[in-house]
């Protein structure tokens, strides 16, 4: 007999899933990333823009027409760059993880080499008496 399963059920089992956590934390950590590049990005362009937008009497980049536009186009370069970095370097570790793991011997190889020196030390031994 098959077990029936519920909505409920199905809804914990998918929840307690690891992917989904995971991607929990993943989106979290993406809002609060782009509130805080949001905020550095209008504090630079603010101050390095600001001796320009005092002359066209504007108080933000914002205001101008266009500026919501450009501030979200700098927004996506800054985040797109971060982004690339922080794969970059992860891509980085995990090929010097790799060379590490292909330095180092494999485990079968090196029992099966110690089991013919073994077996040709007995033999060697065998002659001998």
């Given at each position: 007999m098959a077990k029936r399963t519920t909505v409920l059920?199905?809804?914990?089992?998918?929840?307690?899933?690891?992917n989904v956590a995971d991607l929990a934390v993943a989106v979290i950590i993406a809002g609060a990333f782009g509130k805080m590049a949001n905020a550095t990005i209008k504090l630079i362009m603010t101050n390095a823009l600001e001796p320009a937008l005092e002359k066209a009497?504007?108080?933000?980049?914002?205001?101008?027409?266009?500026?919501g536009?450009?501030?979200?186009?700098?927004n996506f370069i800054v985040i797109a760059f971060a982004c690339f970095i922080v794969v970059r370097f992860?891509?980085?570790?995990k090929r010097q993880e790799?060379?590490?793991e292909s330095s180092k011997p494999d485990p079968q190889s090196q029992l099966a080499s110690a089991i013919t020196?073994?077996?040709e030390v007995m033999e060697e031994r065998s002659f001998q008496d």
């Open positions: 059920s199905d809804f914990k089992a998918f929840i307690n899933k690891g009497n504007v108080q933000s980049l914002a205001q101008l027409p266009g500026g536009i450009i501030l979200a186009t700098i992860v891509e980085k570790m790799e060379v590490v020196r073994l077996t």
